[in-house]
Structures are given as C-alpha cells and as structure tokens.
C-alpha cells in the first residue's frame, strides 16, 4: 500500500539544540499530519498542513515547533529549542484530501532529548 | 468537540478464542471510525474504517467492526484470534470537515494473545 517514510527514525539529541524531522508523504497526497505519541500512550495530534499553511494546530503544538513543506519536498517539523517533554515518537501521517479520506502513517521518527 | 473512549486498557485473549475490542465514541453527528493496529517500533496500519451503509464493515486479517449509532460504539470482532495479532489498538474518529481529516484516537487497547 501507499507509504509514508520518515527520515530519522531514531536521535538523540541535547536538551535546548534544534532537532528536525522529515517525512516523506505519500506522492499524490494533499493533508499532512504531526501526531505525538508518548512510550505507550495514545497517538494525540500536534498539527495539520494543506496548501503551504497550518490548518490546525493542538495546544501540544508549542512555539518552538514549526512546519513547513518547501517547493513539494519533504514536510518537516522542528523543534527549536528541544526541551525533555519533546521526547517522544513522532508520526507523520498524509491523506489524499477527501472528507473521511484514510490517513497513511510513516513508522515514526523516535526522539530522545538528554 | 468529538472524544473517543476505549475502556480496556489491556484485553488477554488464548490463541483460537473470539474477540471483542470495545470503542465508543463522542460527536455530535455520524462520525467517520477506524480502527488501526501498531505493532512494537512501527506505524499504524489500517485495519477497516466505516463512512456509512452496513453498520458491519470488514477489515483485513478477518478483523469485523460494528457501528451502533444508538449505543455510539464501533467495536472491533474477530472470530479466532491467532498470536501475531498481539498489539496495540486504537479506534479513532475523524469528523466531516472537508478534507482535514484530523484523526482523534482513543486511548488504545493491548492485545495479548497467549498459545
């Protein structure tokens, strides 16, 4: 089926450095998803991308995490500066654009921030 | 605001046996549900979703789910159980607002299956 890569998968990273996270959607698909998901908690949404602007944002999305997908490359969230709460799975997700579409999930980029 | 609730936190289940995988949920309208599965250290995968039509929606690897609008609930039913079904199983909703198809996940269930 369609896939959704996510580059890394896993890094450690100093408390307080910048950290960005890279997905690759899939081709023909128009809805880019963030979603966190703490060591064996629920997946919670951070923020949703369409046509080059936020769609929506969670009160997880802090100030220092920004999106962005330049010129149809990947879509990318950073975290500036990281802080020990970031620690966590990230999962990127991506859906064709209908209303109930199925969203497709990358396996996750695991970080640890030290 | 939409919500979705899984009661089990953890289901134990022997090999061959029958599963119930209980989801309700919280929307002001008919939402759109699925269920999706994660195995250790991956992504989640799809295993069915329910737009509309017949409440009983099939899904890959014999999983069934039933949408009762009257008990808001979507739970998810296999008949036999096999031991790589072992994971974790969130049911998630997603309301009609055009193409933003933000997903609200319950808080997941861990399946064990045991031999």
């Known amino acids: 089926g369609p896939k959704v890569l996510q580059i890394p998968s896993h890094q450690i990273i100093d408390m307080g450095q910048m950290v960005t996270l890279n997905c690759d959607p899939v081709?023909?698909?128009?809805?880019f998803y963030w979603y966190k998901q703490i060591l064996g908690q629920q997946m919670e949404f951070l923020v949703n991308?369409?046509?080059?602007?936020?769609?929506?944002k969670s009160k997880l999305f802090k100030d220092q995490f920004s999106v962005e997908r330049p010129d149809g490359s990947y879509f990318t969230l950073k975290i500036q500066p990281t802080a020990l709460e970031d620690s966590a799975v990230y999962f990127c997700?991506?859906?064709?654009?209908?209303?109930?579409?199925?969203?497709?999930f990358g396996e996750g980029s695991r970080l640890i921030v030290v | 605001a939409q919500s979705v609730t899984q009661p089990d936190a953890r289901v134990t289940v022997s090999e061959g046996a029958s599963l119930q995988l209980r989801c309700k949920y919280s929307?002001?309208?008919?939402?759109?549900l699925f269920w999706y599965v994660q195995y250790p250290r991956q992504g989640l995968q799809l295993l069915l979703k329910?737009?509309?039509?017949?409440?009983v929606v099939q899904g890959v690897n014999s999983f069934e789910a039933e949408f009762s609008k009257s008990n808001s609930s979507f739970h998810l039913q296999k008949a036999s159980v096999h031991w790589s079904d072992s994971a974790v199983y969130f049911c998630?909703?997603?309301?009609?607002?055009?193409?933003?198809?933000?997903?609200?996940f319950g808080q997941g269930t861990v399946l064990s299956v045991i031999p």
């Open positions: 081709s023909n698909h128009l809805y």
């Open positions: 929307y002001s309208a008919t939402p759109y």
């Open positions: 997700a991506s859906s064709p654009g209908n209303s109930g579409n199925t969203l497709y």
């Open positions: 998630a909703l997603s309301a009609h607002t055009g193409g933003n198809n933000k997903l609200t």
């Open positions: 991308f369409y046509n080059g602007k936020v769609m929506e």
């Open positions: 329910y737009y509309s039509g017949d409440p």
